[in-house]
């Protein structure tokens, strides 16, 4: 039923180096700022909060 074609992909990168490096730091940081919030809350749940003494 769909062998009556053939179907023949190309796939190309247009990548410049300035536009890698820049989704490249914007992961790394993005993701730094995830986890230095995931790791905050976990302290804060645990940790029970900012008590002042």
Excluded: P, Q
């Excluded at 796939?11 to 992961?27: A, D, M, P, Q, R």
């Excluded at 995931?38 to 008590?51: D, R």
């Amino acid at each position: 039923m769909f062998d009556s074609y053939d179907v023949e992909r190309t796939y190309t990168k247009n990548h410049s180096l300035l536009e890698i490096i820049g989704w490249s730091s914007l992961v790394l940081f993005g993701g730094l700022i995830v986890v230095k919030f995931i790791a905050k809350a976990i302290i804060y749940i645990f940790g029970g909060g900012n008590k002042a003494e």
